[in-house]
T-cell receptor, first 112, second 113 residues
Framework: GQQLNQSPQSMFIQEGEDVSMNCTSS?????WLWYKQDPGEGPVLLIA?????ELTSNGRLTAQFGITRKDSFLNISASIPSDVGIYFC????????????FGTGTRLKVLA | DAGVTQSPTHLIKTRGQQVTLRCSPK?????VSWYQQALGQGPQFIFQ???????QRGNFPDRFSGHQFPNYSSELNVNALLLGDSALYLC????????????FGSGTRLTVV
């Protein structure tokens, strides 16, 4: 099935560092979502973006909806150990109802 | 306020068997979507149920079927299990058409041996 491309695939960072990751698609989306998944849990919604060019923050997280509508970016500032997990982007499609196509994930590991 | 609950949490089945996974949506939600997440991959859309009918389906074979009950809970059935069906199966609920995202359960880990 279709999946969006996320990069980097994984990253190790030091506590306190800023993190950047992105998600690209060959298709246009009208909505982008970012989720975080902890081991043994389902994904939890972090940020939703509804408009091209939109920049939205949620605490230390900032996400942007690319102007081409084919990409999105997530930044985490001043990372802490609990930021460890897998981050997924998801693009929304509509075919009578809404469904989400997920990215391949970025695995984040924070070194204390 | 309970979120999305799934059962069982873990399951081991033999190739060729059939399995049923269950999901109760978050209180107030009426739409249930099912996703398959293989190890190291993102979730893949299986299908979505609303008003007890399948509303949209992903690229999965007919061995995958579902049902939604009047109380909005849902079941995912998989027949003739293959080794490749081993995955985390996630249930997600939403209100209406899911325009503002889903709430996910913790999933059922299915292992086919």
């Amino acid at each position: 099935g279709q999946q969006l491309n996320q990069s980097p695939q994984s990253m190790f960072i030091q506590e306190g560092e800023d993190v950047s990751m992105n998600c690209t698609s060959s298709s246009i989306f009208n909505t982008w979502l970012w989720y975080k998944q902890d081991p043994g849990e389902g994904p939890v919604l972090l940020i939703a973006l509804y408009k091209a060019g939109e920049l939205t923050s949620n605490g230390r997280l900032t996400a942007q909806f690319g102007i081409t509508r084919k990409d999105s970016f997530l930044n985490i500032s001043a990372s802490i150990p609990s930021d460890v997990g897998i981050y997924f982007c998801a693009g929304q499609t509509y075919s009578g109802t809404y469904k989400y196509i997920f990215g391949t994930g970025t695995r984040l590991k924070v070194l204390a | 306020d309970a979120g999305v609950t799934q059962s069982p949490t873990h399951l081991i089945k033999t190739r060729g068997q059939q399995v049923t996974l269950r999901c109760s949506p978050k209180s107030g939600h009426d739409t249930v979507s099912w996703y398959q997440q293989a190890l190291g991959q993102g979730p893949q859309f299986i299908f979505q149920y609303y008003e007890e009918e399948e509303r949209q389906r992903g690229n999965f074979p007919d061995r995958f079927s579902g049902h939604q009950f009047p109380n909005y809970s849902s079941e995912l059935n998989v027949n003739a299990l293959l080794l490749g069906d081993s995955a985390l199966y996630l249930c997600a609920s939403s209100l209406g058409d899911g325009q503002y995202g889903y709430t996910f359960g913790s999933g059922t880990r299915l292992t086919v041996v």
